[in-house]
């Protein structure tokens, strides 16, 4: 299984599922999960993060629910074949809000480019 890090910020206004599943959607991203690589169980998961295994189970359900993982062989696996097409709608809230705060066009870009490389 690959050694993953994930943080949690008690501090954070979003919920510790939501900060669990966005940083796996992360490493997802980023290439340190790769398809058919499994989770941690929940219950490592849990002990690692120090956190209640039912908040595990539930990133674990949201993330199954917006196609990153499935089960396998009673494990939550990455699937091979993702297809999320719902970043184009964030990614339009996202620019719009920093549109809305100030934020220059070139500014954006130079964000979104940063995040690409």
């Known amino acids: 299984m690959t050694n993953i890090t994930i943080r949690i910020d008690l501090n954070s206004k979003k919920q510790i599922y939501e900060q669990i599943a966005n940083q796996i959607i992360e490493l997802i991203a980023k290439g ?13 998961m849990a002990a690692m993060l120090s956190v209640n295994m039912l908040t595990v189970e539930k ?19 990455v699937k091979t074949d993702i297809r999320d097409e719902k ?16 934020a220059k066009r070139d500014e954006i870009l130079f964000f979104i480019s940063a995040l690409l490389r």
């Not at 340190?32 to 490592?44: A, F, I, K």
């Not at 990133?59 to 696996?77: D, I, P, Q």
């Open 32 to 44: 340190v999960l790769n398809p058919g690589d499994p989770l941690p169980s929940v219950r490592e």
């Open 59 to 77: 990133a674990y359900k949201y993330l199954e629910g917006e196609g990153f993982v499935t089960v396998y062989k009673k494990r939550f696996v």
């Open 87 to 102: 970043w184009k709608e964030l990614m339009k809230e996202a620019v719009y809000r920093a549109l809305a705060g100030g």
